[in-house]
């Protein structure tokens, strides 16, 4: 496409789809218009991909996750259709900044964390890989939570992301399925019907998903709820206003919020509602089009593969028994058998806690028919592999129907997957020694390497040319470069401007003024006590201390970063957010100080401020307890970006610090192994504080109000858990991560040494890439085939 037709394009949508005039346009009448202008060159790809995968009669891959963490669409959507230079002049032309109109996008808070960029990040690499595919989630009017810090402590607010048309989405009215909850289940001529007390609509909304060059392009499909009756005209009428508006406000309550709070009974039935909702409809979604092509139910899994990810869809099982059995009259064992060959399962974490139950009594309330399924497959399996049950002390275990009803279970890292077959799912792996397979994570290399990081993937394309984008393993073709002085001198150069542009960014919205020559050292993720954020804390404490001891001492200059928001239920880790603050603000005033150590925690972080911070970081803080991070992605996308990682031998750290080589990575910490053993010794955490006075330093420093402006009390619960209880093992590990950390200041120190390493951890992460990810599941669970690339848009 040329510039100037792309400009015609642009202009056009200002004039007939937002009816402005380009002298009363605002920044978001330009962003919208040139969404529409990109969205136009995606829509030709989509529909040829369609046409493509039912002429071929493909096998299509349905991916049902509750999260699809997209953030923003547009930079993505012009790098990957070969657009994004002539958008840029065609800005530049107009006299607009380029930069100022993708920042305008808000960003789509549709996940939590790596579970829902993980889903992104396979959407992509589906599409640019041909695979015939297609996500399914709710389309929440908020999504997850907007965090603000007030005097330090997290407050929750709504995402209002939805307030503004989100241009790159099609509503399909026409695509809407009733979906009940609760009422009877009875028996009607030998089969059990089940007549639901309420039902609300779920309606589809499709976003087109493009791959890299425009050649294939799939839909994520999400689902909103809507009412049946949208007013209640009788009410209304009879003057009760709120109680007329009341059944659209409750069907919509299920696609408004991701996560609400399910500690109280409320926030459990508003869950498990909505994940009956999205699953439910998706089913129906796939059988419709399974059928508008063919005849024989029994043919599905030859037709469509669907992944749960994590056990948030996994009433799919019943559901899809249901469907087969009491509406399509099949036998139960067929229909199970039907089911477990299309069923596969996701498994993201060893955390038993997070794995989730049901009560009978609530799936038996919304779900009765299922709940009695359940027991159906229960004792099903319990004849044949006696000893493990889905139905535990009034509890439905989500893991374990997953398990049953799934062909493939897989975890996500090596590590993880062996662990599972040891922990979780001990008992179901001896009795289904083929089930478990692993897939490691990856990360798109189009989004977290060509796209948020344009200063190194230029260099790197200089290098070794584009290939890598698309195989993101000639990443290696780099290596010889890497004793190229000129090469080094280049990409440390990419890495300082990327820092200056996050510290002025830093420096305008949080007023903490930064040195780009420090190094960069970054810890982004959800808050939770595995992944030991207050292990970090503790460091940065001890290492002030150290610093204000020895003022004339040669420091290597460190800020901190830190990003995360805290579940809203989960106390503890909203302590610790409350405590990094509360450091910080000690630390950033410290004249003594603050000429080595900075303390810097943006607040919200979401996607966009992932793609700001890890092109600039130097060094990736991967400090889990052993044996409890899956994965990790974030951690993947540091390596790509040429960061260090500081880390444990947990989830795919072990496989990073294979892949980049033990001598570019810094480890410390106890193995999974040493982690058990270490939890039987009593008082270790006492122990380990009484032999490193330096950690009980930094302990005391919680007590004796330091950063609480003399209140002794503030952090005590952080500080009595670290020597107390001490569960994921801070103090243990303490010494080590210390340790660690002054080889990382010493390597830091010698630049060229660094960048070396730094690039090594590029030219070596490239096996990260999603695209080997989604490979092997196609191979290895889906039996999917890619399809032939269509045509390239980004060369016409
Ligand atoms: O597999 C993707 C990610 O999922 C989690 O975020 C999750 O939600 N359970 C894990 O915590 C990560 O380790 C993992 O990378």
Redesign the pocket.
Same mark, same amino acid.
């Given at each position: 496409m040329s510039t100037s037709a792309l400009k015609d394009s642009v202009l056009s949508h200002l004039k007939y789809s937002l009816g402005k005039d380009p002298e009363h346009a605002t920044t978001y009448d330009w962003r919208v218009a040139l969404s529409l202008a990109a969205r136009d060159r995606i829509v030709d790809p989509w529909f040829e991909s369609t046409r493509a995968t039912y002429r071929a009669d493909a096998k299509r891959v349905y991916y049902l996750s509750m999260e699809f963490l997209i953030g923003r669409l547009l930079e993505d959507a012009l790098v990957n259709t070969g657009v994004y230079d002539d958008a840029k002049a065609v800005f530049d032309d107009l006299g607009l900044n380029f930069g100022e109109i993708l920042h305008d996008e808000p960003d789509a808070a549709l996940g939590?964390?790596?579970?829902g960029r993980?889903a992104a990040c396979f959407l992509e690499s589906l599409s640019t890989l041909g695979i015939p595919a297609m996500g399914y989630g709710i389309r929440y009017e908020h999504g997850l939570f907007r965090q603000r810090f007030e005097g330090g402590r997290q407050v929750e607010e709504a995402e209002d992301w939805l307030t503004q048309e989100h241009v790159w989405e099609f509503e399909r009215p026409e695509a809407a399925f009733e979906i009940g909850f609760g009422g009877q289940v009875y028996e009607n001529g030998g089969r059990a019907v089940w007549r639901p007390q309420e039902a609300v609509i779920a309606q589809a909304f499709d976003t087109p998903v493009v791959g890299w060059k425009g050649e294939w392009a799939n839909t994520l499909r999400l689902w909103g709820a809507l009412p049946k009756t949208v007013l209640d005209l009788q009410r209304f009428n009879a003057g009760d206003y709120a109680a007329a508006a009341e059944p659209e406000a409750l069907a919509r309550t299920i696609s408004r919020v991701l996560y609400p709070d399910d500690t109280t009974e409320e926030g459990k039935h508003l869950r498990l509602k909505q994940e009956y909702f999205f699953t439910a409809a998706s089913l129906r979604d796939l059988i419709r089009r399974f059928e508008a092509e063919h005849d024989d139910l029994r043919d599905l899994p030859k037709r469509v593969a669907i992944q749960l990810n994590?056990t948030h869809p996994a009433i799919a099982g019943p559901e899809l028994v249901r469907i087969l059995h009491d509406e399509r009259g099949m036998e139960f064992e067929t229909a199970m058998e039907i089911a477990r060959g299309c069923l596969n399962y996701?498994n993201?974490?060893l955390l038993p806690e997070?794995l989730e139950r049901w009560s009978d009594g609530l799936m038996g309330y919304l779900l009765p028919r299922h709940l009695q399924l359940i027991e159906r497959i229960d004792t099903a399996h319990q004849t044949q592999h006696p000893g493990i049950a889905i139905r535990e002390h009034g509890e439905v275990k989500m893991g374990e129907l997953s398990f049953i009803m799934a062909n493939r279970v897989n975890g996500?890292s090596a590590l993880h997957s062996d662990l599972m077959k040891v922990t979780v799912f001990k008992d179901l792996h001896d009795m289904h020694p083929d089930r478990i397979v692993n897939q490691t994570?990856g990360v798109t290399p189009r989004r977290w390497l060509r796209t948020c990081n344009p200063r190194l993937s230029g260099l790197i394309t200089d290098a070794i040319g584009d290939g890598w984008i698309k195989d993101a393993e000639r990443l290696s073709e780099l290596e010889p470069h890497v004793n190229d002085a000129g090469f080094l001198d280049r990409f440390v150069q990419a890495k300082r401007e990327n820092k200056v542009d996050l510290g002025q960014w830093i420096a305008e919205s949080m007023g903490i003024s930064v040195d780009p020559d420090a190094m960069f050292d970054v810890q982004i993720k959800?808050i939770h006590e595995y992944k030991r954020q207050h292990l970090n804390i503790l460091e940065t404490i001890a290492l002030w201390q150290e610093m204000r001891d020895n003022p004339n001492g040669d420091w290597t200059p460190r800020v901190k970063i830190f990003g995360g928001k805290a579940a809203p239920g989960y106390v503890f880790a909203k302590e610790i957010i409350y405590l990094i603050n509360s450091v910080a603000s000690v630390i950033n005033n410290d004249p003594v100080t603050s000429k080595w150590l900075k303390v810097v925690y943006p607040a919200n972080y979401n996607v966009t401020l992932a793609e700001r911070l890890i092109p600039a970081a130097n060094l990736s803080e991967q400090i889990s307890t052993a044996g409890k991070? $899956?994965?990790?992605?974030g951690n993947m996308k540091f390596a790509l970006n040429g960061a260090l990682t500081i880390g444990t031998l947990d989830? $795919?750290n072990v496989e990073i610090r294979e892949h980049v080589g033990a001598d570019n990575f810094f480890l410390f910490g106890m193995t999974a192994e040493e982690v058990m053993e270490r939890r039987t010794v009593e008082g270790h955490a006492w122990d380990a504080i009484s032999k490193d006075p330096r950690l009980a330093r930094a302990v005391d420093a919680l007590r004796n109000g330091t950063f609480a402006g003399g209140d002794h009390d503030r952090f005590r619960g952080i500080a009595d858990n670290i020597s107390g209880p001490d569960y994921f093992l801070v103090a243990s590990d303490f010494s080590d991560y210390w340790r660690a950390s002054r080889e990382v200041d010493q390597a830091f120190r010698d630049t060229g040494h660094w960048a070396r390493m730094a690039a090594l951890n590029t030219a070596r992460s490239g096996w990260f890439s999603s695209d080997r990810t989604i490979r092997s599941y196609a191979s290895e669970i889906w039996d999917a085939l890619p399809s032939k690339p269509l045509r390239n848009i980004a060369a016409e």
């Open positions: 939590n964390g790596g579970l993980l994590d996701t993201h974490t997070a996500v994570n959800r991070e $899956a994965s990790g992605t989830g $795919a």
